[in-house]
Structure formats: structure tokens, C-alpha cells
């Protein structure tokens, strides 16, 4: 079920808030992920707001290029990315790490085997 959620960074520069649903979160094994141990869940792009910190961003692509992780330039915490769904539709994939109020580990994602794509 979709619920609103604020999160951001650990130093406070980037902010956010997004309308998701938890229940379809996801682990991956890629390269970028699986280090980081991030949890993802995936918000279309209208149900994501950046309330500040835009300045504040840094981007990394890797690999196909095709997903925009977006990191906060002073404490480096990766709250979400932009990418596209194979429809072509944009989302936001955001850490589930970062979200007020959220814990994670209570969670049970599916694992997605990013390393062989």
C-alpha cells in the first residue's frame, strides 16, 4: 500500500518526500548496490518531491548509463535515483535506508540479480 514517507541525507542538506509502496522492495547484487546495502523502492516520478538540497547533488552513472544516482555532495548518502521503467515512464528509485520513520531490516525484499544484466 502506498504511504507518504519524508527522507534525505544524513547531514540534512538533501531533503525529500515521496508517496511509495514498501512492499515491493527490492535488493540488488550489482556492483553499486549490493556494497552499499541499499533497499529499493520505486515511486513514479510525480509521487516524488525534492524539497531541497538540488544544489546539493551529485550524479554517478555506471554500466549502461541509464540510471542517475543522485548523492549528497558533503556526507555522500545516496537517497534515490532517477531512472525509467521498460515502458519508458520515469521514476525515482529510492533508498529505503533513508526513509524517517522506516526500518528496513523489518522488511523482506525481493532479490533482483542485477550483476548478470
Known sequence: MEQHYSGGCQCGAVAFEVDVDL?????CNCSRCQPMGVVLAFAPRDKFKLLKGDDNLTEYRFNRKIIA???CKTCGVQGFSYGAMPDGSAIAAINVNTLEGVDPRALTPNQFDGRST
Open 23 to 27: 512492499d515491493g522492495c527490492v535488493t
Open 69 to 71: 544516482h543522485q548523492f
